[in-house]
T-cell receptor, first 115, second 115 residues
Framework: AQKITQTQPGMFVQEKEAVTLDCTYD???????LFWYKQPSSGEMIFLIY??????QNATEGRYSLNFQKARKSANLVISASQLGDSAMYFC????????????FGKGTRLHILP | GAGVSQTPSNKVTEKGKYVELRCDPI?????LYWYRQSLGQGPEFLIY????????DSGLPNDRFFAVRPEGSVSTLKIQRTERGDSAVYLC?????????????FGQGTRLTVV
């Protein structure tokens, strides 16, 4: 079974609009961490935002926020006021327990921002 | 350089040949990770080094894959008897804390094509 599911292979959004990228996860470990990464065409993975399973509040980092719904095992990324430079692949990822070394990635969503 | 450097950026090799992929981490980073990203997929964990030793090599797909980090800095991923299924982008990341998710920096990857 997939641990991280991203159901949107691709999305097209008008510049300046908000966009939500979906992510659901599956784990039986009560302690886990959720991440979002951006991968532009240059190839490197850029860390965007992190949510711990015990965090009481949804994480925010500038224009990025994570809509964490624990009971639904959902960790959607919200990008406000999208920009052309936001066009990229976006990956949701999870760390289980306190393991520092291994992160499981979803298949990604390709986001296209339209001018 | 300031970031994680991977060489070569592209490698085309014939089926059955041996290849080496190099990763230069950020200076002083003790933790180093290798991931493999196949077309249309998210990155998959291969191996994690803490210093010179492989702390977790459970992601290496078979014994054709081997990685070393003899002096605790540069790492080389070695693939013997390459197969077409080995074609992918190989990503390297390094971290000063050993915590991959929020503290790691990724290189731009080596795109390996086996023909």
């Amino acid at each position: 079974a997939q641990k991280i599911t991203q159901t949107q292979p691709g999305m097209f959004v008008q510049e300046k609009e908000a966009v939500t990228l979906d992510c659901t996860y599956d784990t039986s470990d009560p302690s886990y961490g959720l991440f979002w990464y951006k991968q532009p065409s240059s190839g490197e993975m850029i860390f965007l935002i992190y949510q711990g399973s015990y965090d009481q509040q949804n994480a925010t980092e500038g224009r990025y926020s994570l809509n964490f719904q624990k009971a639904r095992k959902s960790a959607n990324l919200v990008i406000s006021a999208s920009q052309l430079g936001d066009s990229a692949m976006y990956f949701c990822a999870m760390r289980e327990g306190n393991r520092d070394d291994k992160i499981i990635f979803g298949k990604g969503t390709r986001l296209h921002i339209l001018p | 350089g300031a970031g994680v450097s991977q060489t070569p950026s592209n490698k085309v090799t014939e089926k059955g040949k041996y290849v080496e992929l190099r990763c230069d981490p950020i200076s002083g980073h003790t933790a180093l990770y290798w991931y493999r990203q196949s077309l249309g997929q998210g990155p998959e964990f291969l191996i994690y080094f803490q210093g010179t030793g492989a702390a977790d090599d459970s992601g290496l797909p078979n014994d054709r894959f081997f990685a070393v980090r003899p002096e605790g800095s540069v790492s080389t991923l070695k693939i013997q008897r390459t197969e077409r299924g080995d074609s992918a982008v190989y990503l390297c990341a390094s971290s000063s804390t050993g915590f991959l998710g929020t503290e790691a920096f990724f290189g731009q990857g080596t795109r390996l094509t086996v023909v």
